[in-house]
């Protein structure tokens, strides 16, 4: 397993190296040329093949893209970046797990291995909303402190505070920011994504 400093964050460095690899895993086993995942990411193959050798880290929205265009979703990117083969139990300790920082706060994977559900702890900073997500995969929230707006697109938006819950479907547009002065908390727990075999 690797070492992770006292907050749980892996060295950048290892946390890119990791992710690289498992984008690159993904891309083979879907039969995608890194030109073709550029293309379907709307990325450049140059920094696509940066982020596969473990020498750019994507923003979390570029991340996102490349999850897409493999038929999975960020969270499984990031859960697959941890140690461990697929097993009935995975333990993670308060303040383990991959962490990975960027604009709008942080990220922690819940979950070692490669699970059937995909729990993350969001740190929520951002106050605009970011671009529109949608992937394969049913989505539910639970916020832990603070207050969010979760903005559906045509289904509506919301605000939540602490104990408030939100489901909705992978493919409805979804995204939230801050609201309030202090950063909230929340839990996010995805479905996996399935497996996709090489595009047809």
């Known amino acids: 397993m690797p070492e992770t400093d006292p907050a749980g964050e892996l060295d950048p460095d290892e946390l890119g190296s990791i992710v690289g690899a498992r984008v690159r895993e993904r ?33 979390m929205g570029s991340l996102h893209r490349i999850a897409r265009a493999l038929g999975t979703t960020t969270p499984a990117l990031l859960t697959g970046a941890g140690q461990g083969a697929p097993g ?14 960027h604009d709008g706060g942080t ?18 900073a951002h106050r605009d909303f970011p671009d529109y997500f949608e992937h394969p995969a049913a989505e539910f929230l639970y916020v832990v ?15 939540l505070g602490p104990a408030d819950t939100l ?4 493919d409805v547009p979804h995204r ?13 727990v995805q479905a996996a994504a399935p497996e996709v075999g090489p595009p047809g």
């Open 27 to 59: 891309r083979r086993a879907r039969g995608l040329t890194m030109v073709q995942l550029a293309d379907l990411a709307g990325l450049s193959q140059p920094f696509l093949s940066q982020v596969e050798r473990g020498r750019a880290r994507p923003s």
């Open 107 to 124: 990220t922690r994977t819940l979950v070692e291995g490669t699970p059937a559900l995909l729990p993350l702890e969001f740190r929520v």
């Open 167 to 170: 489901y909705y479907a992978g």
């Open 88 to 101: 009935l139990v995975s333990l993670v300790r308060a303040g383990a797990g991959t962490t990975v920082a």
């Open 145 to 159: 402190s603070g207050r969010i707006e979760v903005d559906l697109a045509a289904e509506g938006v919301h605000q």
């Open 176 to 188: 939230f920011r801050l609201l309030g002065r202090s950063p909230a908390t929340v839990l996010v």
